[in-house]
Structures are given as structure tokens and as C-alpha cells.
């Protein structure tokens, strides 16, 4: 099965209130989900988008050991290089940058490489507000979902 996700998160203040969404595309189906929490940072909603669209679609799948093919948009430059160039290098020097700080986030970092082993992911990064329809949908609903 094909998938396309649109990701994105939302900040009132970094930190403060914060919301994230992601859109899902599957055989023609659309599906929107969402979220916010009162204290949080952006990274951390970008990062949470991501990873509730991914268990979103393990759910749907019933938990199946069935590799998908998934296509992930973000207009997060943290998360895409996070995920495809930083993570291995943090994780061989036990979760530090390298300045030798500890890497922020860890708790998501983890637990988003672990959604990602069971599926075939290419990352995608999209510029913000460049009138990309999905982009844009994905980026009010993220904004939506901020608790004010």
C-alpha cells in the first residue's frame, strides 16, 4: 500500500501552547488527524506529527508486520535531517551532538526510529507557505489544534 503523509506542528511561543497535524493519503482517502498540548516547543510538535501519523497507520494495519511505502512531507529541515542524516550519529554517540550536548527531544527521536524500521519512508522536505495545498491544509489544522 502507497501512502502519502503531510505533516506539520504549530507553536504560540517556543516554548508555549503548541499543535500538530498530519494528513494521511491512502487509495483515494483522506484522513486529518490532530493535536495540542499547553507547554510544549515547535520541534516537539513536528516531531509528534510525524510520529502519530506513522502509529496512525500501523493502527490501521492492525499492528500487520507488512512493509509500507510511505511518502512523508514536512516543512521541518529538523525533523528531515533529524530522521535520514543526524539520528545515526547521535545514537553512536550515546544521544549527543557534536558539541557534545545532549540531543534534544530523545524520548520522540527514539520512539520515531522505531516506527520507522517497519516501514519503506522516503522524507520529503517541502517549503512552507509556498502554496502547496496539502501543506497548507496540514499547517491550519496544526495551528487549529494549538490550545490558546
Known sequence: MEIKIYTDGACVGNPGPGGWAAIILTEGNKKEIFGGKKL?????????A????????????????SLKQIEIYTDSTYVKEGITVWINTWEKNNWKTADKKNVKNVDLWKKLKELVKSNQIEWNWIKSHSKNPMNDLVDGLAKKATPI
Do not use: V
Open 50 to 65: 510525524a510520529i502519530k501519523a506513522l502509529e496512525y497507520c500501523d493502527e490501521k494495519e492492525g499492528n500487520q508486520p
Open 40 to 48: 510544549t516547543t515547535n520541534n516537539r510538535m513536528e516531531l509528534t
